[in-house]
């Protein structure tokens, strides 16, 4: 129990942070779909963005991400402060040489990459041509990412996950404060505005890196560059990294058939898409990303010492404390999708037909968070046991699932066709990953399971239950949305608080000392 206390303790003031970054984030799509609306320039903009984003999530969140965190934690264990630093630098340097010419030839091959993953745009020569030159000037982005991403890990490892989670809130203020300036700087200078917004994510993605340094010096970490490509640590992250690189490649087949197909559903698909997920990606970031985060290095930890049955305890209840934060967060998007859109973005370029169509891609991929839930939770368990392969076969499972939901779902349900294939595979995901933990963990404390299982439904029966009752009484939208809000969170955690067990409400409780402290 005290296990999982310090990691919700830990995941709570990671959520604190990216709190505040996921709404400067939403602040950005706001900005976003006031000038740009659905239209050309943000269809282009979508498409450059995710290019980066897809090797983004390899080489950062993703697979070098989360085995630098593997093989620095335990170092960390083993070998003490001074060794790990050593190692460290090594591995940065390596990389910073591998992220250097990944970089430039995504640069140098712009056109063929949108060749590939947008061949609709072609009909447009100006889309085409915007879309090359976007993505050439947001590449660097990713190497400023990984950069950040390898010393969030480290930072992690010594249990400091506030400040690195707040960097990424650093990055949207940059990119909103260039992006803007520059907009109205490049409409009076004649230059397409959506440039500004472009310059602005590279000026972002510098500053969170930059804005970390100072934090892993203070630790006595100070950098010099000295790769060296026959290091067996750095040896060590590529055996774990290859399996994780395949099973992240298949997710970036999976964003790429999205991509694919999204652009063929006609202007404005791709942009009402990509809003909707950018706000399912508020309540995802916000607890996935904490409680995994918090989680890696505590399981790899209690691994490296033997301690399985603790690791067992662990992961279980991790499990649950997921799903009291993934579930409410669903059925809120999905009931609440409406206003949420017509609130956030219905104004400027964006119209109320946009709205529509965004808010119903939006309930769709509400459906899958609770599982994507699961998934991020259980992750972290294979990489600790040194079985990245499992989550690889996990993604190849998804895939398959995505591209047969797109090929039945397409023709009848356009771009919703797309986002329910997303949803699906993360369902089929998760079941297959939580299936191989319990052979690979054995079985849970079943009455511990049931008994939270039993709450959950409970409280969200209850949740829809007001959600449902405050729209029949109130037609003010803002109203509408901030007492469903705070009646529903009010509700679903206090049923949680009476019928128990603590898993299915600490975090809550967890959070709110935390937003206090800070």
């Not at 970390?212 to 006595?220: A, D, I, R």
């Not at 769709?364 to 990245?388: D, E």
């Not at 049931?450 to 409970?458: E, G, R």
Request: charged letters at 15%; glycine letters at 6%; proline letters at 3%.
């Amino acid at each position: 129990m005290k296990k999982i206390e310090s990691i919700t303790k830990s995941a709570s003031s990671v959520t604190i942070a990216v709190f505040i970054s996921r709404i400067l984030g939403l602040v950005r799509e706001q900005i976003l779909a006031y000038f740009f609306g659905a239209g050309k320039s943000m269809d282009a903009y979508v498409v450059a963005y995710r290019i980066p984003n897809l090797l983004r999530d390899l080489f950062a969140e993703g697979a070098l991400g989360s085995a630098f965190v593997k093989v620095f934690s335990s170092s960390l264990e083993k070998e003490g402060t001074s060794k790990s630093f050593r190692i460290a630098q090594t591995l940065i340097s390596n990389f910073l040489i591998i992220l250097f010419i990944v970089v430039s030839l995504g640069i140098i091959f712009s056109n063929q990459i949108v060749s590939l993953i947008a061949p609709d745009f072609k009909k447009d020569l100006d889309k085409f041509v915007l879309t090359v030159r976007l993505t050439q000037i947001m590449m660097p982005f990713l190497l400023f990412i990984s950069l950040s991403s390898i010393l969030a890990g480290m930072l992690n490892s010594f249990r400091i996950f506030f400040l690195p989670a707040l960097s990424s809130g650093l990055f949207n203020f940059t990119s909103i404060l260039v992006g803007v300036i520059g907009y109205f700087l490049f409409v009076r200078l004649g230059i397409e505005p959506i440039y500004a917004m472009a310059i602005g994510v590279i000026s972002g993605g510098f500053l969170q890196f930059y804005f970390q340094y100072p934090l892993v010096k203070k630790k006595g970490f100070s950098f010099s560059f000295s790769p060296n490509f026959k290091d067996p640590y750095f040896k060590e992250i590529l055996r774990l990294i290859f399996p994780v690189i395949f099973g992240l490649s298949v997710v970036q087949i999976n964003i790429f058939i999205n991509t694919f197909f999204a652009t063929s559903c006609g202007e404005g698909a791709i942009s009402w898409y990509s809003y909707a997920f950018r706000i399912m990606y508020v309540p995802l970031g916000l607890f996935g990303i904490g409680l995994s985060q918090a989680l890696l290095p505590e399981l790899s930890k209690q691994i490296a010492r033997k301690e399985l049955v603790l690791a067992k305890d662990t992961f279980y209840r991790s499990l649950i404390v997921s799903l009291s934060l993934s579930i409410p967060s669903a059925i809120g998007l999905y009931v609440l999708s409406h206003p949420i859109i017509t609130v956030l973005f219905e104004r400027g370029n964006f119209t109320a037909y946009d709205t529509l169509q965004t808010a119903g891609i939006l309930q769709i991929l509400a459906i899958g968070l609770p599982f994507y839930g699961l998934s991020k939770t259980a992750v972290p368990l294979f990489y600790s046991l040194g079985r990245t392969i499992i989550p690889a076969f996990g993604s190849v499972i998804a895939v398959i699932t995505n591209v047969i939901t797109i090929l039945l779902t397409i023709k009848t349900l356009g771009i919703k066709g797309v986002a329910l294939g997303t949803s699906l595979s993360l369902v089929f995901q998760s079941f297959f990953l939580l299936i191989v933990a319990f052979l690979k963990l054995k079985a849970p404390d079943f009455k511990f399971m049931i008994k939270s299982f039993l709450t959950l439904f409970v409280a969200s029966f209850c949740l829809i239950s007001v959600l449902k009752i405050l729209d029949i009484f109130i037609d003010n939208v803002i109203l509408f949305l901030g007492c469903s809000l705070f009646l529903g969170a009010l509700v679903f955690i206090g049923i949680c608080k009476i019928l128990g067990p603590r898993e299915t409400y600490m975090f809550f409780i967890r959070l709110f000392k935390n937003f206090i402290k800070k």
